[in-house]
């Protein structure tokens, strides 16, 4: 049971009360190391890219794993990738989805990790795992924690989906539609969210300076005459509160003069929000990957549509001049069996990947592995070789590395505790 | 700070450290020995040759010397044996017993003159028990019974009500994990000890505490109270009966609020805020409540499949009402126990849940007569065959938004009993968790056999193992056997009747509900559904005095309340009706602001959760906020176009509102995008509200009957009618009654003013046109979207309507509004 403690007087949203606080800036304190977390929803593939086995036949007879000739498979630099099965009509060729463009154009920044064991099969279950570091209930995204210490800002935490639950410790905030931002940046304008007619108003602009003093004035009288310390102090969070719209502004100044829509829309968001100063990380959701009938087509669909936002993502990060301070982590709840279904589909498996690029990441690096049948390889946790006596990579290991890796405060890590053997996974 | 104390008596420490220690709801009944809280020594009654029996007070003047002078004396309570002495002749004070902290002392004064006294002597005095609760207890509680680390307060805890009750809840489960070291007189010295020390003072600095409190008058908390439980405002029969009535009259109209339907609606959010159940209603989790029926063959009776082409906007229409009345389960039950004036603890023992019509199709159940089976509102009581229902606790809902694994064993679940029903923090009752090189990898079973872990396991794990027969996802499915290795189903020491064996969980909830701490729990929920803040927490061994006496006088209010709740068989209305009429929740200031520490938490404003602020605009405007009122009849009906109930595309989740898993706690302090929300708000509702009211006829207008849209201030007729307008919409809006000649008023008379001359300025030099802004434009009815049959208002010739508009948003921004 939390119970409030006295003369409370945190500014901000109240979640941030149950940080210690040790963790809490200075109010109006600004992120400078961000995370976006990419979630591929429902159980990726990871045999369509980046852990390709091709169409040889299984010994037990279930069929191949893919419906490509491991001789086409496809490389760039370290990483090999595979080619589209002769059934899928590919995106364009110029589509930055392409894979052959994607993976040329970003292999050098790409770190793989093959052969992660999700240990589960559940989505609810993979996907927690997978973003929390645990597979137990109970633990935040790895991306609340990076947020944890920005709480008191306003959109510290955004998520557009995906496994974000936070423990309270920061607000996900989960509007992240242009539109919406605009309505609150210009509250005045009656069509915020269009360029062109934004400075159509409810009020002209003197009218409504006139409401604005009138406002502060009155607030300001209010809070001379009150003796209840609780109402006072009230009083004061609001006028605290009403100050920081210029933030929302600053926001909508570093977007696109038209937002994308979807997902590639959350990427431009995100990464406005970031050169803001408004937020420390934020979620991003694919969805479409839960192909347990016509696997090839829909996987290559969804990856298309996973890739095209990663380019899109990069892009951004590079014209805001983040590059050195946003790390992505993209990953999916768990793999697919390494055999068709009768509709051609692919049920659940829990051999996956992660990939991570960005800040701190050494990229073109394939580290793990997986068999022929497409079943995890232990690797030596000191050479991160495959070695049959080393250990399974699973989400554990990956969080235990990457807390370590981009920050997560020694308390929050104490609090929400993950006990796994350090690897050397982000270099 | 104080050095000459240490000086004269070292273990005096807690003689001036301590102040504000003495004062107790209990003490409030008679006890009568003289008590010391710095500053203040109290003689509750000295009888003085020539004066009679006085109560009376004094004040510690200097701290260096011990001197005190007389503050007050007044006639002393009769029934109260005196506690002092005083001869007139040689001037001494003799107090045989002076409470000080958690000690006693025997004090003497002399006086020096001029009604000013010395002390002369000072000796401690041994107290049964002290040795044994400073051995055994005091880690825990404190040297001061305040709380100590865990902030378990035996100060006016709830079995120190009565010598016995606590003599035995010591010997049975005291101290926890090994009862056996103080059982029969130990326990029994040690509740006197406990019962005297710190249960047995003065209650005069609550009373003076409370007394600090300026209390809004009874038409201001009626509406307030009214906004809070039922979304509008009160009626004037309401407000004459508050006014005529003094209290009863407020308690009278209350309580009729809580017979309204809309009450059942803010009753649903207070206990969400608390169960997080509505996790499972569609808007938050589609399918949630319906995809935890896999044991009920029928659960989507409303589903033609997927390939029957049949999948029309009725089944749509099923599938999310029945998922919702499944999900509401746990809260219909709450509701059903309200409206019926049934106790509180039936939330627990109650052997049936609550149906509608259409969660009864999902459960098979045909047995329930429903007046209209597809009334998603008539829920009804129910049994499922063969299930031994316990309330909430048996739940679907709560078992699985609670949910176990194989290694947990329902010790989740036990946690969550013990928070929400028994306002106990299991995990917070011997501080931190061994870490992971603590663990015990010795004992067999380090839960039945390590004390470190007992402390707590002993506690937990009879609750846990009392949920055995419901499996980790919620089923009825009792076990062939149960757990060997962990302590077996029972409820503190006690263990489960072997003739009620098969049904521990009704037996454990029927032990809950009569646990003591079950009220608290209660208290709990219901003070924080109606402040947006928890009760303060008992203070501790390093609190200071201004937390203390903030805290002795909260419980104080908290216990009279309770107090009331339970002579009146636990019923959850009279709770809600005794702590809004507490002064507490009705505080509007203080009177001396020398209690501005002590009173830093009183008062019930809070910010407006958007339900609540989505709720009070539909009452003040009779229009929700949806955007331009023109397009109203097709968005009134479109779930998605609420700006405060949706949280995806508008505002819900930025202004605070929860999804009862990921977030699950509100904000109490609005962050920046919260302030623009209201910015916004503010600026579209004027623009939608005073055409609109314009439109109205003159009897029915709710924000402008003494103006038009003619009415300027070219003359002293209209300068009247606006000023007049302008008292009114303080009153409608903020609840503000202000005289016509108030400075605030001018305020607001200058910014309509302000607007409206520029504007008549734009007109005439055409920078600006006559007509309204397009979203604010009313051509069309509200409700049906026909073309009005007038003109409508489209066009502002005279810049009037703009400049009520201004003076609108104005007022729809303001603390009073936004707060509650």
């Given at each position: 049971m939390k119970r409030r403690t006295f003369l409370n007087a945190l500014?901000?949203?109240?979640?941030?009360?149950?940080?210690?606080?040790?963790?809490?800036?200075?109010?109006?304190?600004?992120?400078?190391?961000?995370?976006?977390?990419?979630?591929?929803?429902?159980?990726?593939?990871?045999?369509a890219f980046v852990d390709p086995k091709g169409s040889a036949l299984r010994a037990d007879g279930r069929g191949p794993i893919n419906n490509y000739s491991a001789s086409d498979i496809r490389s760039a630099g370290n990483l090999i990738y595979a080619a589209y099965p002769s059934s899928v009509l590919p995106v364009a060729s110029d589509s930055p989805g392409h894979m052959d463009n994607f993976f040329a154009k970003h292999y050098q920044r790409l770190l793989v990790i093959n052969g992660v064991d999700a240990q589960t099969t559940s989505h609810v279950s993979g996907s927690r795992f997978m973003w929390s570091g645990r597979i137990e209930e109970g633990f935040p995204s790895v991306g609340a924690l990076v947020a944890a210490p920005y709480a008191g800002q306003p959109m510290a935490y955004i998520s557009t989906g995906g496994y974000d639950y936070t423990?309270?410790?920061?607000?996900?905030?989960?509007?992240?539609?242009?539109?919406?931002?605009?309505?609150?940046?210009?509250?005045?304008?009656?069509?915020?969210?269009?360029?062109?007619?934004?400075?159509?108003?409810?009020?002209?602009?003197?009218?409504?300076?006139?409401?604005?003093?009138?406002?502060?004035?009155?607030?300001?009288?209010?809070?001379?005459?009150?003796?209840?310390?609780?109402?006072?102090?009230?009083?004061?969070?609001?006028?605290?509160?009403?100050?920081?719209?210029?933030?929302?502004?600053?926001?909508?100044?570093?977007?696109?003069?038209?937002?994308?829509?979807?997902?590639?829309?959350?990427?431009?968001?995100?990464?406005?929000?970031?050169?803001?100063?408004?937020?420390?990380?934020?979620?991003?959701?694919?969805?479409?990957?839960?192909?347990?009938?016509?696997?090839?087509?829909?996987?290559?669909?969804?990856?298309?549509?996973?890739?095209?936002?990663?380019?899109?993502?990069?892009?951004?990060?590079?014209?805001?001049?983040?590059?050195?301070?946003?790390?992505?982590?993209?990953?999916?709840?768990?793999g697919r069996t390494p055999f068709y279904n009768t509709?051609?589909?692919?049920?659940?498996?829990?051999?996956?990947?992660?990939?991570?690029?960005?800040?701190?990441?050494?990229?073109?690096?394939?580290?793990?592995?997986?068999?022929?049948?497409?079943?995890?390889?232990?690797?030596?946790?000191?050479?991160?070789?495959?070695?049959?006596?080393?250990?399974?990579?699973?989400?554990?290991?990956?969080?235990?590395?990457?807390?370590?890796?981009?920050?997560?405060?020694?308390?929050?890590?104490?609090?929400?505790?993950?006990?796994?053997?350090?690897?050397?996974?982000?270099? | 700070?104080?050095?000459?104390?240490?000086?004269?008596?070292?273990?005096?420490?807690?003689?001036?450290?301590?102040?504000?220690?003495?004062?107790?709801?209990?003490?409030?009944?008679?006890?009568?020995?003289?008590?010391?809280?710095?500053?203040?020594?109290?003689?509750?009654?000295?009888?003085?040759?020539?004066?009679?029996?006085?109560?009376?007070?004094?004040?510690?003047?200097?701290?260096?010397?011990?001197?005190?002078?007389?503050?007050?004396?007044?006639?002393?309570?009769?029934?109260?044996?005196?506690?002092?002495?005083?001869?007139?002749?040689?001037g001494i004070l003799d107090i045989p017993q002076l409470r000080m902290g958690a000690n006693l002392y025997a004090v003497q004064l002399k006086s020096t003159g001029n009604n000013k006294f010395q002390v002369t002597q000072l000796t401690p005095i041994a107290v049964t028990g002290q040795a044994s609760y400073t051995q055994m207890c005091a880690g825990c509680h404190g040297i001061d019974g305040l709380g100590g680390p865990v902030k378990v307060t035996l100060k006016n805890c709830v079995w120190c009500k009565d010598l016995t009750s606590l003599t035995n809840y010591i010997s049975i489960n005291m101290p926890l994990g090994n009862p056996?070291?103080?059982?029969?007189?130990?326990?029994?010295?040690?509740?006197?000890?406990?019962?005297?020390?710190?249960?047995?003072?003065?209650?005069?600095?609550?009373?003076?505490?409370?007394?600090?409190?300026?209390?809004?008058?009874?038409?201001?908390?009626?509406?307030?109270?009214?906004?809070?439980?039922?979304?509008?405002?009160?009626?004037?029969?309401?407000?004459?009966?508050?006014?005529?009535?003094?209290?009863?009259?407020?308690?009278?109209?209350?309580?009729?609020?809580?017979?309204?339907?809309?009450?059942?609606?803010?009753?649903?959010?207070?206990?969400?805020?608390?169960?997080?159940?509505?996790?499972?209603?569609?808007?938050?989790?589609?399918?949630?409540?319906?995809?935890?029926?896999?044991?009920?063959?029928?659960?989507?009776?409303?589903?033609?499949?997927?390939?029957?082409?049949?999948?029309?906007?009725?089944?749509?229409?099923?599938?999310?009402?029945?998922?919702?009345?499944?999900?509401?389960?746990?809260?219909?039950?709450?509701?059903?126990?309200?409206?019926n004036n049934l106790p509180a603890t039936e939330m627990l023992t109650a052997d049936y849940f609550m149906l509608n019509g259409y969660s009864a199709k999902s459960y098979g159940i045909t047995d329930v007569a429903f007046n209209n089976e597809w009334d998603a509102k008539e829920f009804r009581p129910a049994r499922l065959a063969g299930i031994p229902h316990a309330g909430i606790l048996s739940s679907l809902m709560f078992l699985n938004r609670y949910p176990s694994t194989v290694t947990n064993r329902n010790r989740a679940r036990a946690r969550v009993v013990y928070d929400l029903f028994l306002d106990v923090d299991i995990l917070g009752l011997d501080g931190a968790r061994p870490n992971g090189s603590a663990v015990d990898i010795i004992s067999k079973a380090p839960t039945m056999e390590n004390p470190d872990c007992v402390k707590c396991h002993s506690l937990l794990d009879p609750v846990a193992s009392s949920f055995q027969e419901w499996n980790v996802r919620g089923k009825y499915a009792p076990p062939t056997k149960w757990y060997q290795d962990m302590f077996q189903a029972g409820f503190?020491?006690?263990?489960?009747?072997?003739?009620?064996?098969?049904?521990?969980?009704?037996?454990?909830?029927?032990?809950?509900?009569?646990?003591?701490?079950?009220?608290?729990?209660?208290?709990?929920?219901?003070?924080?559904?109606?402040?947006?803040?928890?009760?303060?927490?008992?203070?501790?061994?390093?609190?200071?005095?201004?937390?203390?006496?903030?805290?002795?006088?909260?419980?104080?209010m908290l216990d009279a309340a309770k107090a009331q709740y339970r002579a009146e068989n636990r019923n959850l209305k009279t709770l809600i009706r005794e702590i809004i009429l507490s002064p507490h929740w009705r505080a509007d200031g203080l009177k001396d602001t020398g209690f501005a520490l002590v009173h830093a938490d009183t008062g019930a404003a809070r910010i407006l959760t958007p339900e609540m602020m989505h709720r009070k605009l539909n009452a003040l405007f009779g229009f929700e906020w949806r955007g331009p009122l023109d397009a109203y009849s097709t968005n009134k009906n479109l779930a998605i176009s609420a700006r405060l109930l949706e949280p995806k595309l508008y505002f819900e989740q930025i202004y605070g509102g929860i999804d009862s898993f990921n977030v699950s706690e509100r904000p109490t302090d609005p962050n920046g995008l919260m302030a623009n929300v209201q910015e916004r708000m503010a600026n579209e509702m004027a623009c939608y509200a005073v055409p609109n009211d314009f439109l109205a006829?003159?009897?029915?207008?709710?924000?402008?009957?003494?103006?038009?849209?003619?009415?300027?201030?070219?003359?002293?007729?209209?300068?009247?009618?606006?000023?007049?307008?302008?008292?009114?919409?303080?009153?409608?809006?903020?609840?503000?009654?202000?005289?016509?000649?108030?400075?605030?008023?001018?305020?607001?008379?200058?910014?309509?003013?302000?607007?409206?001359?520029?504007?008549?300025?734009?007109?005439?030099?055409?920078?600006?046109?006559?007509a309204l802004p397009a979203r604010c434009v009313r051509t069309k009815d509200m409700l049906t979207g026909v073309a009005l049959n007038t003109a409508g208002l489209t066009t502002d010739p005279n810049y009037v309507v703009r400049s009520w508009m201004a003076v609108v948003a104005y007022l729809l921004a303001d603390y009073r509004f936004v707060y509650e």
């Open positions: 500014a901000g949203v109240c979640v941030s009360n149950v940080l210690p606080m040790s963790l809490t800036p200075a109010f109006g304190a600004t992120p400078d190391r961000f995370l976006i977390t990419i979630t591929a929803a429902g159980g990726w593939d990871p045999t423990a309270s410790l920061v607000s996900p905030v989960k509007t992240a539609t242009p539109a919406t931002f605009a309505a609150l940046a210009y509250p005045n304008s009656q069509y915020a969210d269009s360029v062109k007619n934004r400075k159509l108003s409810y009020f002209n602009d003197s009218a409504y300076s006139a409401v604005q003093a009138a406002r502060d004035a009155r607030l300001a009288r209010l809070q001379s005459s009150e003796s209840l310390p609780k109402r006072l102090e009230q009083m004061q969070q609001l006028e605290l509160a009403r100050s920081s719209d210029e933030q929302l502004q600053s926001l909508l100044a570093n977007l696109p003069a038209t937002v994308s829509a979807s997902v590639k829309g959350q990427a431009e968001v995100a990464v406005a929000a970031f050169a803001s100063g408004l937020a420390a990380s934020a979620n991003m959701y694919v969805d479409g990957f839960d192909t347990h009938a016509g696997n090839d087509t829909r996987q290559a669909q969804s990856l298309t549509i996973l890739f095209e936002c990663i380019d899109h993502l990069w892009t951004q990060i590079e014209k805001a001049g983040l590059q050195n301070k946003v790390t992505i982590l993209i990953g999916s709840d768990f509709a051609g589909g692919k049920d659940h498996w829990n051999v996956t990947t992660v990939m991570a690029m960005g800040a701190g990441i050494t990229g073109n690096r394939v580290i793990g592995a997986t068999s022929a049948n497409f079943d995890a390889l232990k690797i030596n946790p000191s050479t991160l070789e495959t070695h049959s006596e080393g250990i399974f990579i699973t989400p554990k290991h990956i969080h235990r590395a990457l807390r370590d890796f981009i920050g997560v405060s020694p308390e929050l890590d104490r609090q929400f505790p993950i006990v796994a053997e350090p690897l050397a996974l982000f270099i | 700070m104080k050095p000459r104390v240490y000086q004269l008596a070292a273990c005096l420490l807690a003689l001036f450290c301590l102040a504000g220690m003495f004062s107790s709801a209990q003490a409030a009944t008679g006890a009568a020995v003289p008590s010391f809280v710095y500053p203040i020594l109290h003689i509750p009654r000295i009888d003085v040759e020539g004066y009679g029996a006085l109560d009376v007070n004094m004040v510690l003047e200097n701290q260096t010397t011990l001197s005190l002078a007389l503050s007050s004396a007044q006639p002393a309570n009769s029934a109260v044996a005196p506690g002092a002495t005083y001869d007139l002749h040689t056996s070291l103080c059982v029969n007189m130990c326990a029994s010295e040690v509740a006197t000890y406990i019962s005297t020390a710190f249960n047995g003072g003065s209650n005069f600095p609550i009373a003076s505490t409370l007394e600090a409190i300026e209390v809004m008058p009874a038409a201001e908390t009626l509406r307030k109270a009214s906004m809070q439980l039922v979304s509008r405002l009160p009626t004037q029969a309401e407000i004459d009966l508050a006014n005529s009535g003094g209290d009863e009259g407020l308690r009278s109209a209350v309580a009729a609020m809580m017979e309204e339907p809309a009450f059942y609606e803010r009753l649903d959010e207070i206990f969400n805020d608390m169960l997080l159940t509505d996790h499972y209603l569609y808007s938050n989790t589609p399918d949630g409540a319906i995809n935890l029926m896999g044991a009920f063959p029928s659960a989507r009776w409303y589903d033609p499949g997927a390939t029957s082409g049949l999948r029309d906007a009725t089944y749509t229409a099923n599938r999310i009402t029945t998922n919702d009345s499944v999900a509401r389960e746990p809260l219909e039950l709450i509701n059903h126990i309200v409206k503190g020491n006690q263990s489960v009747p072997v003739n009620l064996s098969k049904t521990p969980l009704q037996w454990l909830a029927s032990q809950v509900a009569a646990d003591p701490r079950f009220d608290n729990a209660m208290i709990r929920i219901i003070y924080k559904g109606l402040t947006g803040e928890e009760p303060l927490e008992s203070p501790g061994a390093s609190a200071t005095t201004a937390e203390t006496e903030a805290y002795m006088a909260e419980s104080s006829g003159a009897t029915s207008r709710r924000l402008f009957p003494y103006v038009e849209t003619s009415t300027t201030l070219l003359d002293a007729q209209g300068q009247a009618a606006v000023m007049a307008n302008l008292q009114h919409l303080h009153h409608y809006l903020l609840g503000e009654d202000l005289a016509l000649d108030s400075a605030e008023l001018a305020y607001t008379y200058q910014l309509f003013a302000t607007v409206l001359q520029d504007g008549q300025s734009r007109l005439a030099s055409k920078v600006e046109t006559a």
